[in-house]
């Protein structure tokens, strides 16, 4: 038995960004269990300060490609409420509609192409070419239909286009949305249950690990809350998006180029585990049905099913994502033209659920439309105290398995996470000190 | 013959070029079937020795960026730049335009010298590169382009009329027209005018084309009653290293 663990994973593969986990066990005494982030600072502040609000979710959707579409969105919200800029029922539609399309591409994704190698003892997805045709297959249909709807609907679903503040620059027709509905249907559904099915034959790879912590998310009464909502602790309840620093607390620690945060104790847990224990009730059948068959349970601890929530909150945003093109369909599709013309010039907070927890955008304007000052912060940066709490409960509990072992449930516990580590280091950076 | 032996690096970016590689769900497969991807770090475990294509996303920014592009430069028979951090600084060269201290200061306060950093610089800038996918993200159908060629040992051929000339082609009301101000006149074409074409201005994020008549683009901004100085900050957004001091 190895009471001495010197544990050193540099540049973790299949997370998005550059991060070390970094462990030391010394005569059985954990010294060290923690994971830092190496990614370089981009310094995006000197990217918005003096720029038009027409540039503010151009810039800061390119902190990040995968979360592009989630930083546009609150960016936007940010900046609608900081200009009083009212938006039109359809936009808002539009809008729900683009946040289920990516959060459906992030999560098949992360589940398919990041964490289920895990799951079959692979490196990476391209095996499984060889081994699972038919899942890598069904993995590529899936992942097409979600990017398809940020497409058709935004102009292209890495660094949307279409959405600026005020509305949106075109709308996608009605035979556009027609089609991507018959896809839901037809495609859509059948894989999502066939993924269920895959997955829960994979299930016992999952490894049983449990710590109670604070989980945050948004909340709202009308639906699992996604584009917009109040904050929601399970510790202490709900309170208005506009008091998000509160939520936050971020400060600095030496062994990470993005900043850490805590609310109600040392750290807590943002992302889909967090909305499924806090807003479960709000789930589709589909979903809630899918939890059913992959065990997850409300009140659940255990960090390695964050992968499993967000494949059961998928099925909330193809069921929802229906739901909306019936609506708009219905409507009737308006060609409007963005409201540009700001009525007050002043401050504004976003905050919406993107795939790995809340984001949150601040912006204030001067009376030439220009940020003078910008806010961001990253669920990523929000998660990583809770990965560091983690590891050190995880350690020791695991420490007669041996090194190999150790550290795979190391590298699995952070894909886990799902980190986005370029947001979580490049929106720290948008923080402009009072 | 042996299948080229493909490697795909991040530098300082979003990754979002690499995900759009990710994002070729209907080629994806074809793609991995005339090629070995020996190392790719956002999508597998493993590194290679040397490869025959290395593709690299994001601007050096840091010292370990500089080591790192120096290895990879050794080990690669042939360096595609993959969009606009990569290829000309892009976005990340905005902060090369503030004074560093202040730019440290302002993010991390008294904690600024626990992270180096060096201005955001284009690979081209370090390390010789061979071909170019431009954009931001970088251009899927440029992608596709410059892969089959390589593939094919064909030369890359990379476009050099602006954007206007793709805009015009696709039949569109000018953005100018619209009242809006629009980087295309000086943009280099390739991405067939896809921000015009679903109502955004065009944002420059595939660099300048070579010799851009910038006095040009100035005339017809004020001949359409835009600001000019407003035109020139949003050149700068994916252009700063391009046009630092071009100015006067």
Known sequence: MSTNLDINVKHLTRVEGHGNIVVNMKDGTLEKAQLEIVEAPRYFEAMLKGRSFHEAAIITSRICGICSLGHQMTSLKATEQALGLDVSEQTVLLRRLLVHGATLQSNILHAYFLAAPDFLKVGSVFPLVGSHPEVVVRALRMKRLANDIGDVVSGRAVHPITPVPGGFTSVPSARQLEEIKRRLIEDMVPDFEATVETLKSLAAAIPQFERETEYISLRSDDRYALYDGDICSSDTGRVDDGEYRKMTNEFVVPHSTSKHCKANRTSYFAGALARWNNNHDKLCDLALGAAEELGLQPGCTNPYMNTIAQVVEAAECVTDSLAIIDQLLGDGLKDELPNQEPTRYGRGVGATEVPRGILYHEYEYDRAGRIVKANCIIPTGQNLGNIDDDMKKLVPEIVDEGKDAITLKLEMLVRAYDPCISCSVHMLDVEFRD | ?248
């Open chain 2, 1 to 248: 013959m042996a299948k080229p032996r493909v490697a795909i690096f991040d530098f300082t970016g979003c990754e979002g070029c690499e995900l759009n590689q990710l994002n070729f769900e209907d080629q994806l497969l074809d793609i991995l079937a005339h090629v070995d991807i020996v190392e790719w770090r956002e999508a597998m475990d493993g590194h290679a020795d040397e490869y025959d294509i290395a593709f690299v996303e994001g601007s050096l920014s840091t010292p370990d960026c500089i080591k790192r592009i120096h290895e990879v430069r050794r080990k690669a028979k042939v360096l595609v730049a993959l969009g606009a951090c990569a290829v000309q600084g892009g976005i990340n060269g905005v902060k090369n335009t503030h004074p560093i201290e202040e730019v440290r200061e302002e993010v991390y306060g008294e904690d600024k010298y626990l992270f180096p950093t060096l201005p955001a610089l284009a690979v081209s800038s370090v390390v010789k590169v061979d071909y170019n996918v431009r954009g931001c993200p970088m251009t899927q159908l440029e992608f596709l382009k410059v892969f089959t060629a390589l593939v094919l040992g064909k030369e890359p051929i990379e476009p050099e009329h602006s954007v206007c000339v793709e805009c015009k082609l696709k039949e569109n009301e000018c953005v100018y027209a619209r009242g809006m101000i629009c980087l295309g006149p000086v943009t280099r074409a390739g991405c067939d005018a896809h921000c015009p074409t679903v109502g955004q201005y065009c944002t420059g994020c595939r660099g300048l084309v070579p010799e851009p008549n910038l006095k040009a683009m100035e005339e017809i901004l004020v001949e359409h009653g835009l600001n000019v100085d407003e035109a020139w900050k949003r050149l700068q957004l994916f252009n700063a290293n391009e046009i630092e001091g071009v100015r006067s």
